[in-house]
């Protein structure tokens, strides 16, 4: 990341020092090859990139990558010949400093001018001579390597499934690299995704992630590495490099769902050389630990990583706590610069209090203290959620020549979910100023495998270059669920509720009881065309079908199955007049079967998928030599045959409805000034349920707003470098007023958190970070049911957490 250096004599003595070191100490390193796939680009975004591709770490001053473009490169090359050929007719040469670490400077002069460049050890020495006395100008370095030490990143694995730029992609991607996540001391999926513009987030039952994109409920488009993982938990980061979120539909590469969009963990993979250690604890008593160690030994076929973390916490709500053991195993197989194996393990362990949140009063969450809690008086026995999650994941890649490479990748997962609970979603009486409690449970038993074939072939027509994506994507997942009713347990105060004893029976009564089968069988291609250097399309094309199936086992039921085909197209057109600027427009479609991801029934069966159809058009700019990057769309999603009730028999539901958001989104991330990371995003939507015959709370819902999604959302979040030892950042979070219920008789206030850091070195190898979350002790309503007036979670009062973190 660049790194300013201040304007005082020691430095430029240092770096001529620096400097002669490195050229005695240099040697020619002959590393294995690797596969290197860049586009033409500018130099410092292909540095980076090839960073990430190889593993390795290269180093150079910003300033001599300005204004610089980097040809396209692609095969399987030594990192020193790919370099070489990135910055041939730039005057920059390219030296190895070790196995695993490359230098690109200025060719044939002495550092001058604060710039660290590479000469013979005569001449670093007569610099370092000549530097006594002299004041050195401000001098930035960036380091490019093998993770995102920047805020802005510049390509994605999600888009297309090809790491492509950013800039080249015609629709909205929003990335949360892992220095944002350490920044701001996150541990949860909730956490990261307050950085991304036009997300609202659910509270999930108290026992899952889930979140809207643009207004449109998300529940199982959560994925991780490009396969999907919609088993119902809460995630952990310990082992997550990044977090993408793809905007607007994305059935051509990911099948089913996807309506407004989706979201795509990167896991941490090995193949370089990683020790960390952190420590944390905080408020509530909470106490985390992680690690991330892995080895990749120079000369070796070998590599491996392993994470994990472990949580001990109780929370500002009532009886809440949380236990939570996560661990990660990874290991990859390179014989040569071809072939690539790696097999990646996953577990873990979540046990905490099933939170529903508090009831509403008068059309506002009730004015309790955040920390009231609407369940049972030994809600730390019967109102529990506990999840086990295990996967292992096998990748195969192989290039057969500089134009065709073959990745298969297969997924097995195990999901296990035992929960109980009690919450107010019983009758409010408001005269009485009383919510009744009620119970219920639910146990998951999920297995799931999922394979992808995937062929990537580059050729040519003529003038025109071709990225051809070809894919076959099959799975099956087995998804076993038993609900429990237990009926209303008692009526509590609103303002002073005392809270009943629950039976400890598992949540009541069995009401439910099925095995459901979903079976995935896909063909996908994409084709990325590049016309010319400042034209490029973006097309794409998949077929589905998808078949589910509904054994129940309760007497009297009846089973149920249904098979859907459907096409999911994209279609985008990028213009480049230079590399730093790029705009497009395209279009995308969805599909979403009517039962999602849950049972058939009597209700459902019949109604084909809705369908969400996104148009956009938008701007992607690089700022400031590549160091910062801006982003800005204008869109309008359709959501069709949505199911609501048939008002001629109102047991039946009919795919009549439809549902529009029309929105603006903007960011910047990136580095604003020496030292000044930065990531901002704003969200402007306009939701809108233009056709329904259902009503909620006594309201015809048509013509209301989409739930939980506010009109308008804002986050800031900045750090500073102060000197060698010091850094300091902030951030803020509004969120526009928002709907709790379908019927929009519940309003969620507006709300302003203001969050601070600062973080001291200790040495080279250790930092201590204080974390400060709501500054100013706001009360407010961090999320919600969305389909209940009465489910509404409370955001934590001010709080600190603090972490010491070592690399060794």
């Given at each position: 990341m660049p790194i300013p250096q201040h304007r005082r004599p020691p430095h430029r003595a240092r770096w001529a020092a620096l400097a002669a070191a490195l050229c005695i100490a240099a040697t020619a390193v002959q590393a294995q090859p690797v596969a290197v796939d860049l586009p033409a680009q500018p130099l410092a975004q292909s540095l980076n990139a090839l960073a990430r591709q190889s593993g390795v770490q290269i180093v150079f001053v910003t300033d001599i990558a300005q204004g610089q473009q980097a040809p396209a490169v692609r095969g399987t090359l030594e990192v020193r010949d790919a370099l070489q050929r990135l910055v041939a007719g730039t005057g920059l040469v390219v030296r190895a400093q070790d196995a695993r670490t490359f230098t690109v400077e200025r060719g044939g002069t002495a550092p001058t001018g604060g710039t660290p460049g590479a000469a013979g050890a005569a001449g670093a020495a007569g610099a370092a001579g000549a530097a006594a006395g002299a004041t050195m100008s401000e001098v930035r370095v960036q380091a490019a390597r093998g993770e995102d030490t920047a805020y802005n990143a510049a390509s994605t694995a999600s888009g297309t499934k090809t790491e492509a730029p950013l800039r080249?992609?015609?629709?909205?991607?929003?990335v949360v690299p892992q220095q944002v996540i350490r920044d701001q001391g996150a541990t949860s999926m909730q956490d990261t995704l307050r950085n991304v513009a036009g997300v609202g987030l659910s509270h999930g039952d108290g026992q899952r992630d889930q979140v809207s994109i643009r207004g449109f409920t998300s529940i199982g488009d959560q994925f991780v590495d490009g396969f999907r993982d919609d088993a119902l938990y809460f995630r952990d980061l310990s082992n997550i490099e990044r977090v993408e979120v793809v905007k607007g539909p994305a059935a051509v590469l990911y099948g089913r769902g996807s309506s407004g969009g989706l979201v795509n963990r990167v896991t941490k993979k090995p193949g370089t050389d990683v020790s960390d250690i952190a420590l944390?604890?905080?408020?509530?008593?909470?106490?985390r630990a992680e690690f991330d160690v892995g080895r990749a030994p120079a000369g070796s076929d070998w590599s491996w990583r392993i994470t994990g973390a472990a949580e001990d916490a109780?929370?500002?709500?009532?009886?809440?706590?949380?236990?939570?053991?996560?661990?990660?195993?990874?290991?990859?197989?390179?014989?040569?610069?071809?072939?690539?194996?790696?097999?990646?393990?996953?577990?873990?362990?979540?046990?905490?209090?099933?939170?529903?949140?508090i009831p509403a009063y008068q059309g506002r969450p009730v004015n309790v203290p955040a920390g009231t809690y609407f369940g049972s008086a030994n809600a730390r026995d019967a109102d529990t959620s506990e999840s086990t999650v295990s996967s292992f994941t096998a990748t195969f890649s192989h290039r057969f020549s500089d134009t065709l490479r073959v990745r298969n990748a297969l997924r097995y997962y195990h999901y296990d979910l035992d929960r109980q609970n009690t919450l107010p979603a019983g009758t409010t009486n408001e005269a009485a100023g009383t919510v009744a409690l009620t119970r219920s449970g639910v146990d998951r038993r999920e297995r799931g495998v999922f394979n992808q074939t995937e062929l990537i072939q580059n050729l040519r027509t003529g003038s025109v270059a071709h990225e051809v994506l070809y894919g076959l994507e099959l799975g099956q997942q087995n998804k076993d669920a038993v609900s429990l009713t237990g009926g209303t347990l008692g009526n509590v105060n609103l303002w002073n509720p005392v809270l009943p004893v629950a039976p400890l029976n598992g949540g009541g009564a069995v009401?439910?009881?099925?095995?459901?089968?979903?079976?995935?069988?896909?063909?996908?291609?994409?084709?990325?065309?590049?016309?010319?250097?400042?034209?490029?399309?973006?097309?794409?094309?998949?077929?589905?079908?998808?078949?589910?199936?509904?054994?129940?086992?309760?007497?009297?039921?009846?089973?149920?199955?249904?098979?859907?085909?459907?096409?999911?197209?994209?279609?985008?057109?990028?213009?480049?007049?230079?590399?730093?600027?790029?705009?497009?427009?395209?279009?995308?479609?969805?599909?979403?079967?009517?039962a999602e991801m849950f049972a058939l029934s009597a209700t459902n069966t019949a109604i084909k998928p809705e369908q969400t159809t996104n148009y956009e058009v938008g701007a992607k700019l690089d700022l400031l030599d590549g160091r910062a990057t801006a982003t800005a769309s204008l869109f309008q999603l359709e959501r069709t045959d949505i199911k609501t009730t048939n008002p001629a028999q109102p047991t039946q539901l009919i795919p009549i409805g439809t549902q529009r958001t029309r929105g603006l989104e903007l960011s910047l991330a990136g580095e604003l000034a020496a030292g000044l990371q930065a990531t901002l995003s704003y969200a402007l939507l306009d939701t809108r349920i233009t056709r329904s015959t259902a009503t909620d709370a006594g309201q015809a819902v048509q013509g209301k707003r989409a739930t939980i999604t506010p009109r308008n959302a804002f986050s800031a979040w900045l750090t500073q470098r102060l000197g060698d030892?010091?850094?300091?950042?902030?951030?803020?979070?509004?969120?526009?007023?928002?709907?709790?219920?379908?019927?929009?008789?519940?309003?969620?206030?507006?709300?302003?958190?203001?969050?601070?850091?600062?973080?001291?070195?200790?040495?080279?190898?250790?930092?201590?970070?204080?974390?400060?979350?709501?500054?100013?002790?706001?009360?407010?309503?961090?999320?919600?049911?969305?389909?209940?007036?009465n489910l509404n979670l409370p955001g934590a009062p001010r709080n600190a957490m603090l972490t010491l973190r070592h690399s060794f």
């Open positions: 080249d992609v015609p629709q909205t991607i929003d944390s604890v905080g408020s509530w008593a909470d106490k109780n929370s500002y709500r009532s009886q809440q706590f949380l236990e939570r053991q996560a661990i990660a195993p990874s290991v990859l197989w390179k014989p040569d610069g071809a072939t690539s194996l790696m097999l990646q393990a996953d577990y873990l362990h979540d046990k905490r209090v099933t939170d529903f949140g009401s439910a009881s099925a095995l459901n089968r979903y079976l995935t069988r896909a063909l996908y291609v994409q084709d990325q065309i590049t016309l010319s250097p400042e034209w490029k399309v973006l097309a794409g094309l998949r077929y589905d079908r998808f078949g589910q199936e509904t054994d129940n086992r309760l007497a009297g039921q009846s089973d149920f199955e249904r098979t859907d085909t459907t096409w999911s197209p994209r279609a985008g057109l990028v213009w480049q007049p230079t590399a730093a600027q790029s705009y497009y427009v395209s279009v995308s479609r969805s599909y979403q079967p009517s030892d010091w850094s300091v950042g902030g951030g803020i979070n509004y969120v526009g007023d928002r709907f709790a219920n379908p019927g929009n008789t519940v309003t969620l206030p507006s709300y302003v958190v203001v969050d601070a850091m600062a973080q001291y070195r200790i040495g080279k190898a250790t930092t201590l970070q204080l974390n400060l979350r709501n500054l100013f002790d706001r009360n407010y309503i961090v999320s919600a049911h969305g389909s209940s007036p």
